[in-house]
């Protein structure tokens, strides 16, 4: 069974940091592109961010360039967000998403997703 579980999402004041985790199992994690993608309230999904199957190569939306780095430890089926300097419009659902092509990530069409953890920015 094919599972991608998020956690790590939280309460934060404005300018703070969490750190999101998604935990793979039941497929080659290290054969998938790997992504985040989030969904604001009333608003529809919001690619974030996305890395390679080996970890090297990765892309950022502009919204959250230069504030969040994504990883991955290939070892432990793990995938990271580091957020940095929260701001209220990060508050969001965020979700893990593994594709076979980069292609799928850019449009939309992941072949597995996480449930999701909730971000919430606010004072």
């Known amino acids: 069974e094919v599972q991608l579980v998020e956690s790590g999402g939280g309460l934060v004041q404005p300018g703070g940091s969490l750190r999101l985790s998604c935990a793979a199992s039941?497929?080659?994690?290290?054969?998938?592109?790997m992504s985040w993608v989030r969904q604001a309230p009333g608003k529809g999904l919001e690619w974030v961010s996305a890395?390679?199957?080996?970890?090297?190569?990765?892309s950022y939306a502009d919204s959250v360039k230069g504030r969040f780095t994504i990883s991955r430890d290939n070892a432990k089926n793990t995938l990271y967000l580091q957020m940095n300097r929260l701001k209220p419009e990060d508050t969001a659902v965020y979700y893990c998403?593994?594709?076979?092509?980069?292609?799928?990530?850019?449009?939309?069409?992941?072949?597995?997703w996480g449930q999701g953890t909730q971000v919430t920015v606010s004072p």
């Open positions: 998403a593994a594709a076979k092509s980069l292609h799928d990530i850019v449009v939309g069409t992941p072949e597995y």
């Open positions: 890395i390679n199957s080996g970890g090297g190569s990765t």
């Open positions: 039941g497929f080659t994690f290290t054969s998938y592109y």
